[in-house]
C-alpha cells in the first residue's frame, strides 16, 4: 500500500509569492492534516480537512490556507511568504478524523525555503 | 492551548543500555499520548500510544507509561540498538467523540545509541 505523497519534496521561494503544496493521503484515507516542523518551533498543527470540510485549524495567520477535493487529495497554501515560513510542511493522514481511532500516518514533508 | 515540555533534547546510550525520555502535559484534558520517531529525511512514525485510562502500554522494547495526576508520560525503550538512533518526539491531544484537536507535540529529543 503505498504512503502518504507530498509533492513538490523541495522548494525555492523568495519573500512575497505564495505556494502551493500537495498531498495525497494513503489510498481509503478520508482525513488529511497539516504541520509545520521547524528547528526552534519543533511540530506544529496547521489544520485538519475531513470529507472536504477543515475541522480544527491550529494557530496560524490567515496567510495559512488549506482545501480538501472529492477523492481525499489536499493542498495547502501559503500566501505572501515571510522569512519564517521557511520550514518542513508535514502531511498526514488517518482512516478516521480526529485521532479518534487508529494512528496518523505522517509524509516525508514537503520542504519550504524563503529567501 | 496544550503545552507539553520533552526533556532531554539529546539522550546518548550505550547499545544495549536502556532510554528513557519525559514529557510533562499541562492541558488536564489531554487523554491520547503518541510517541513518534522520525529519522533523517523521513516523516514521524508513530511507535506506540497510550490513552488516558491506561497507566502503561508495552510493545516488545518499548514501554510507556503515564501518570495523570502529575500530568507526566514517558518512552522506555530497553536493549537498544543502533537502529534506535532518531529524533523522538512525545504529543498531546484531546480526544472526544466528536474530534479531537490537533496534536500538541514536545521539541524532540535526539537519542544517540554509542557502539
Known amino acids: 500500500k503505498a504512503g502518504v505523497t507530498q509533492t513538490p519534496r523541495y522548494l525555492i521561494k523568495t519573500r512575497g509569492q505564495q505556494v502551493t503544496l500537495s498531498c495525497s493521503p494513503i489510498s481509503g484515507h478520508r482525513s488529511v492534516s497539516w504541520y509545520q516542523q521547524t528547528p526552534g518551533q519543533g511540530l506544529q498543527f496547521l489544520f485538519e480537512?475531513?470529507?472536504?470540510?477543515?475541522?480544527n485549524k491550529g494557530n496560524f495567520p490567515g496567510r495559512f490556507s488549506g482545501r480538501q477535493f472529492s477523492n481525499s487529495r489536499s493542498e495547502m497554501n501559503v500566501s505572501t511568504l515571510e522569512l519564517g515560513d521557511s520550514a518542513l510542511y508535514l502531511c498526514?493522514?488517518?482512516?478516521?478524523?480526529?485521532?479518534?481511532?487508529?494512528?496518523?500516518?505522517f509524509g516525508e514533508g514537503s520542504r519550504l525555503t524563503v529567501l | 492551548g496544550e503545552n507539553v515540555e520533552q526533556h532531554p533534547s539529546t539522550l546518548s546510550v550505550q547499545e544495549g543500555d536502556s532510554a528513557v525520555i519525559k514529557c510533562t502535559y499541562s492541558d488536564s484534558a489531554s487523554n491520547y499520548f503518541p510517541w513518534y520517531k522520525q529519522e533523517l529525511g523521513k516523516g514521524p512514525q508513530l511507535i506506540i500510544d497510550i490513552r488516558s485510562n491506561v497507566g502503561e502500554k508495552k510493545d516488545q522494547r518499548i514501554a510507556v507509561t503515564l501518570n495523570k495526576t502529575a500530568k507526566h508520560f514517558s518512552l522506555h525503550i530497553t536493549e537498544t540498538q543502533p537502529e534506535d538512533s532518531a529524533v523522538y518526539f512525545c504529543?498531546?491531544?484531546?480526544?472526544?467523540?466528536?474530534?479531537?484537536?490537533?496534536?500538541?507535540f514536545g521539541k524532540g529529543t535526539h537519542l544517540i545509541i554509542q557502539p
Open positions: 498526514a493522514s488517518s482512516y478516521y478524523p480526529g485521532l479518534a481511532t487508529g494512528e496518523l500516518f
Open positions: 480537512y475531513f470529507s472536504e470540510t477543515q475541522r
Open positions: 504529543a498531546a491531544s484531546t480526544v472526544t467523540g466528536g474530534g479531537a484537536d490537533g496534536l500538541t
